[in-house]
Each structure stands twice: as structure tokens, then as C-alpha cells.
């Protein structure tokens, strides 16, 4: 079976997953930022740049809802685990947009741009305009326990 990008269906994917973080409750509904009907008009080719992305990633870029800010500070939606709002032009305008790759990754391709960034044992998860598929990359697993179980292949 071929899976087919389609930004719509991403972006819809996306709002869903938020919108059920909003249930458990991990974010508040306040804090999910929709984008103008045209897109967000601040995410460009040219303020976007040192992301390294192709037009594919930053129609999406531009089209996606973000996580704002919360009042307590606390913006995981996973363990270790934050989404990267690029609508903030804070993010954009002190330089950290080359940063947002996890460090053992080296960098990564134009078509495949980051959703979340994870601290040491958190989640990236990576979206593949040319896949259609999102990657949940973790730096360091964080086993459940420091031997295999009795009856395990590798006890």
C-alpha cells in the first residue's frame, strides 16, 4: 500500500491530535492556535530559510495549528516531549530555527521537517512530506527495566 502526502489531510491529523491532548487534559483548548484561512502570513520561504525546507514543508508549515504558549510554563504533550510552534516569532527572530533537529540525526532532509522537540528521553516527531508518514524519533529509549523478562528471547 502507497501512501500519499496530502497537506489537508496532515493538517487535519494534526488539529485531531491536539484537540484529543485536550481531553486527557495535556494542553488546554485555549492554547491551540489556528492558523488565518490563508495560512499563517509570518511563515515564509524567506523567514523560514534556516530550516532548509522545501515549499512542500512550509505550505504545511504555514497551514498547520500550533500549541501557544501556557500560562504555567508547562508545554509538554508527552514526556519531555513540546511542540514547536512555528507561528512564534520569537522562535524565528533570536536564531533557534536551525536547532530544531534532534542531535544525532545530523540534519534532516527538505521534505521531512519536525513537529515536536524532545528532550532526553522525549519524542520527535518527524512528518515526511514525500512518505505521508510522521516518525516518533526518541534519542535515548528509556527501557522499562534493565534485563529482558523470564521467558524473553534475549534472557
Same mark, same amino acid.
Request: charged share 20%.
Given at each position: 500500500?502507497?501512501?500519499?502526502?496530502?497537506?489537508?489531510?496532515?493538517?487535519?491529523?494534526?488539529?485531531? $491530535? $491536539?484537540?484529543?491532548?485536550?481531553?486527557?487534559?495535556?494542553?488546554?483548548?485555549? %492554547?491551540?492556535?489556528? /492558523? /488565518?484561512? #490563508?495560512?499563517?502570513?509570518?511563515?515564509?520561504?524567506?523567514?523560514?530559510?534556516?530550516?532548509?525546507?522545501? =515549499?512542500?514543508?512550509?505550505?504545511?508549515?504555514?497551514?498547520?495549528? $500550533?500549541?501557544?504558549?501556557?500560562?504555567?510554563?508547562?508545554?509538554?504533550?508527552?514526556? #519531555?516531549? &513540546?511542540?514547536? %510552534?512555528?507561528?512564534? %516569532?520569537?522562535?524565528? %527572530?533570536?536564531?533557534?530555527?536551525?536547532?530544531? &533537529? !534532534?542531535?544525532?540525526?545530523?540534519?534532516?532532509?527538505?521534505?521531512?521537517?519536525?513537529?515536536?522537540?524532545?528532550?532526553?528521553?522525549?519524542? $520527535?516527531?518527524?512528518?515526511?512530506?514525500?512518505?505521508?508518514?510522521?516518525? #516518533?524519533?526518541?534519542?535515548? =529509549?528509556?527501557? =522499562?527495566?534493565?534485563? /529482558?523478562?523470564?521467558?524473553? !528471547?534475549?534472557?
Amino acid at each position: 500500500m502507497t501512501i500519499k502526502y496530502d497537506r489537508d489531510v496532515a493538517v487535519e491529523a494534526i488539529r485531531s $491530535y $491536539y484537540k484529543f491532548l485536550t481531553t486527557i487534559p495535556a494542553i488546554q483548548a485555549s %492554547n491551540i492556535l489556528e /492558523p /488565518p484561512t #490563508d495560512g499563517w502570513p509570518s511563515l515564509t520561504t524567506k523567514s523560514l530559510a534556516a530550516l532548509g525546507k522545501d =515549499e512542500v514543508v512550509i505550505d504545511l508549515l504555514r497551514h498547520l495549528p $500550533y500549541v501557544g504558549r501556557t500560562h504555567s510554563g508547562n508545554e509538554n504533550i508527552s514526556y #519531555d516531549t &513540546v511542540v514547536i %510552534n512555528y507561528s512564534d %516569532n520569537r522562535l524565528r %527572530n533570536n536564531g533557534s530555527l536551525d536547532s530544531l &533537529v !534532534p542531535t544525532t540525526t545530523g540534519k534532516l532532509p527538505a521534505h521531512v521537517v519536525s513537529l515536536t522537540i524532545g528532550a532526553r528521553y522525549g519524542s $520527535y516527531l518527524l512528518l515526511d512530506t514525500q512518505q505521508g508518514t510522521i516518525t #516518533d524519533y526518541i534519542m535515548m =529509549e528509556r527501557p =522499562e527495566r534493565s534485563h /529482558p523478562p523470564p521467558g524473553s !528471547p534475549d534472557h
